[in-house]
């Protein structure tokens, strides 16, 4: 998963959060089996983030849910995984990591769409 948009421009936030989920392997993506979206008009707290990734997430057996350590504030697993289930883990392998790549390309095509 990957957020879009957490600043203010012009006194207004719109943060949008693309989920990919996907198959993948050690070092490569496999395939994408469908993507969700969401958007928040809130100031992006830990509370507000996690809340949209959840929203996005729409398939409660995917897991475990995987994202950069910047999209949390750099919190650790522990604390973000308090807030969305069924699991969290940062970005670990290549394939992961492409996958992120794909959802972050998602959120900021859907965020200049809204725009």
Request: aromatic residues 8%.
């Amino acid at each position: 998963m990957d957020i879009s948009g957490r600043h203010e421009e012009d006194g207004e936030y719109l943060m949008v959060a693309a989920a990919v989920h996907a198959t993948v392997g050690t070092t490569r993506l496999h395939s994408v089996q469908g993507m969700g979206f969401a958007v928040s008009y809130h100031e992006p707290t830990l509370s507000a983030t996690t809340g949209v990734v959840a929203e996005a997430v729409s398939d409660p057996s995917a897991e475990p849910i995987v994202a950069e350590r910047g999209e949390f504030y750099e919190e650790p697993e522990w604390m973000v995984e308090q807030y969305l289930e069924p699991d969290f883990k940062y970005v670990e392998s290549i394939a992961e990591r492409e996958t992120v790549q794909a959802a972050h390309h998602a959120a900021y095509a859907a965020r200049k769409l809204l725009l």
